[in-house]
């Protein structure tokens, strides 16, 4: 169990790849990592969109690991020249870039002969010192070294990898999250009773997020923190504001 | 990045807000702001997501606004205690945060006597010299100062927002983009000769991108530049080693 006076780990994600930066690829991994990162109790604090530069790559990974508990990165661990983030991650931490026997022997031995050529291989090569994250999804594993974590950026395969490795992971107390919403009360009316309770549950983070949809606006009050009595209670208060100030309350988040 | 004109300007996107950190939205920003700019020729080499914490938004702010010539800043300017955007710019900046006087006589002017409340009046409220970012879509702004453009993060509102503020950014030489996918290629045979043609186009970025459809798997090649018949002449060498792997090659990106 965690200890409830230590404050929860940290996490930072990484995401490397020029396709998300050109608006080519939607990425969907921050939010599959956030979501479950938060359940396990390792809130993610700050994420980044990198491109394909080694220079870039070596000098966030290493600004970001230092700075939290955990990093994980998403990309750049395929066959072709635009894959460089391995090479990258083990100039980050200083350690030689080289063959892994376990993955390699694994991935020479799925290949046909002659198909585990050098783009293949490289898959196989890793920092001195990776430990492998492996699943039944691919035979190319990701890895760990220190606090990074390094995985896929395709999203089926990533989320294979996260789930492989979140029973390595020592997690805090987990984010829990509890909702009201209400059409018909505009941010602008409950925004000063919102601050009031909000100034009242300092443990917890309170947002306001407005939602439109064909069936009318509204607005969402979601209440997070380690606490779900105390985010329970804060959440009556803010449903008691919005019945004060005319509106009809609902629980939970509104509808997608 | 060709080397036969001046560079093109590049840009930042920093997306603020708890709610894209905890995962309860995906962000929609970024992929809109990345492609809007890159038609633009403002090419987004970085993107950020930060927490509404005042001293993370002041920091990132102050070194992003230094390393890009634009910074694109997303949510945090609503009228609740979690909006905090607009004062953190002008905290940035080292100057005033103020009335702005057009902003606030029109908000004043669009509700009823009395709804101007204080929470409304922090959105007519600004860093000293903010240029005002106008929509027909809510009577309150976005802004720019220095090379800051700040909007918000419902996606319509900062949607229309750009657009009502990219007439005003110098761009450069358009990004285009131009592709070609095949089903069974595999990018691991694909690679070596995929390394060659990019070496041979260092004005492009080539990049390599695996899709997984019920149709059937295989791959897609990009690449992009400011050189239009550049990319084309990639794209029909990279068209020749597909044909040359046994793959069938067809123009474009890959159906979604």
Excluded at 145 to 168: C, T, Y
């Amino acid at each position: 169990m965690p200890d409830d006076a230590a404050p929860n780990p940290t996490a930072a994600v990484l995401i490397i790849g020029n396709e998300v930066l050109s608006g080519r690829t939607q990425d969907a991994n921050l939010r599959f990592l956030a979501t479950r990162l938060g359940e396990i109790g390792i809130p993610v604090r700050e994420a980044r969109v990198i491109p394909d530069v080694a220079a870039v790559i070596v000098a966030t990974v290493n600004e970001l690991r230092a700075r939290f508990d955990h990093l994980f990165t998403t990309g750049g661990i395929g066959p072709t020249h635009d894959d460089i983030t391995s090479e990258c991650i083990a100039a980050a931490f200083g350690v030689p870039w080289e063959p892994h026997e376990v993955a390699w022997a694994k991935m020479a031995a799925s290949y046909r002969p002659g198909e585990f050529n050098a783009a293949r291989q490289r898959m196989a090569t890793m920092p001195r010192g990776a430990t492998l994250i492996e699943t039944t999804l691919t035979v190319a594993p990701g890895f760990s070294i220190g606090n990074v974590h390094v995985m896929a950026g395709v999203p089926r395969v990533m989320q294979a990898q996260f789930e492989s490795l979140a029973p390595r992971l020592a997690g805090g107390r987990p984010i829990v999250s509890r909702a009201v919403h209400a059409a018909g009360v505009p941010e602008g009316r409950i925004a000063e009773g919102l601050a009031a309770i909000q100034a009242r549950y300092a443990a917890l983070d309170i947002g306001s997020y407005p939602y439109y949809r064909e069936s009318g606006n509204g607005v969402a009050i979601v209440a997070k923190g380690t606490d779900a009595a105390l985010a329970d209670q804060a959440i009556a208060e803010v449903t008691a504001l919005m019945a004060a100030l005319g509106g009809a309350p609902v629980a939970g988040e509104p509808p997608a």
